[in-house]
Structure formats: C-alpha cells, structure tokens
C-alpha cells in the first residue's frame, strides 16, 4: 500500500474558523473546523486573533500555530474522510476537559485535611491568647475549622499556577485568615 506524503503549499483564512488549504499534488481543500476546536491544543483557536496568527511552516510544510497547534497535511490533504474521525477526538477532548474543570474545582481530601487542621490550631492557639473564662475550647475549634474551610473556599476564586507541583503557599494562607476571622468575630460575640 503506498502512502502519498503531502505537503501544504499556501492557505486562506475563511473566518471564523475555516481555512482553505492548498497542497503540492495540486489539490485545494476548503476546511471548516466548526466542532474541531475543542481540548487544551485546538481550544484555543476559537478564539479569531489567535486562529488568524496560523502560519506556513518553511521546514514542515504544515499549518501552525503560535500556542503549538498544527494539523497533520494528510488530515487535511483527505479532510473528506477525515473529517469525522477528528470530530469524533474532538468530543473527547471536550468531555476531559469539563471533567478537568470540575475536578480542578473540587476540594481534595488532602485540601480539606489541611483546612481542618488549620482550623484546629487556630482554636487551641485563640483559646491561650484568650481570657480564662472565656467560652469553650470546643466552639473554638469548630467556629475556626469552619473559618478555615471558609478560607479554603475563598481561595478558589483566587487564580494559582496549575503547572506547578511545588507547595503555594496560598491554601495554607487563605485558610489561616479564615480561621482566624471566624475566631475574631466569634470572640466579639460571644465573649
């Protein structure tokens, strides 16, 4: 069986989001890449500034863009038969990625671990720099460990580096202050 390599001569960009493509056989192909956008590398050319930086590769003689996206030649040399294989990936791409989200968005058992603790040091430390005869060591613990949790939430809408595997040192801060207003405001209220 022999495998035709192709290479891309020239394009136009047909916005939004399609493209016609001009191959070394000679071949034209008007490609509409409506449904194909989807995932971490496609995703992004939705948007049109940044679908309209694609760029003819001297060296590969393919079509790419500046955040790393290109299409394979013989892809779009036979986007007829192609097309809906990549449709199909392109689904899949989407799932991940809402499922990506949401588990970006959810506490984890270890987030929560370190939010309760934070929340049981601030009870036992707001009871010692209390007065004596203040309420109970208990309300304390709960009131701060409910502000740390608190604290963690807030953390949430504050954006943070997801390429990073090092400790940020926001969670731990966030849920600090959370505790600690929540053992503020309780002190002042039931004290």
Same mark, same amino acid.
């Given at each position: 069986?022999?495998?035709? @390599? ?33 995932? %971490?590398?496609?995703? %992004? @050319?939705?948007?049109?500034?940044? +679908? ?20 394979? %030649?013989?892809? @779009? ?8 294989? @990549? ?8 799932? $991940? ?48 460990? $409910? ?19 090092? +400790?940020?040192? =926001? %969670?731990?801060?966030?849920?600090? =202050? ?14």
């Amino acid at each position: 069986m022999e495998h035709k @390599l192709h290479e891309v001569t020239g394009f136009k960009l047909l916005p939004p989001d399609a493209i016609e493509v001009q191959f070394d056989d000679g071949m034209s192909q008007k490609i509409n890449l409506d449904g194909v956008l989807e995932g %971490p590398l496609y995703g %992004p @050319l939705k948007n049109p500034a940044l +679908f309209a930086k694609v760029k003819l590769d001297p060296e590969t003689r393919n079509l790419v863009w500046p955040n790393g996206a290109d299409f394979d %030649p013989e892809i @779009l040399h036979d986007w007829p038969r192609r097309k809906d294989d @990549l449709l199909n990936a392109a689904r899949k791409w989407k799932v $991940a990625d809402v499922k990506k989200e949401v588990s970006e968005s959810a506490f984890t058992v270890q987030e929560i671990c370190l939010y309760v603790v934070v929340g049981l040091v601030a009870g036992v430390l707001s009871k010692f720099f209390s007065q004596p005869d203040s309420h109970d060591l208990l309300a304390r613990i709960i009131l701060a460990t $409910a502000g740390s949790l608190g604290g963690g939430l807030c953390r949430r809408f504050i954006p943070r580096d997801p390429s990073s595997s090092a +400790f940020q040192p =926001l %969670p731990m801060a966030s849920a600090a =202050l959370g505790a600690l207003i929540f053992v503020l405001i309780a002190s002042k209220i039931l004290g």
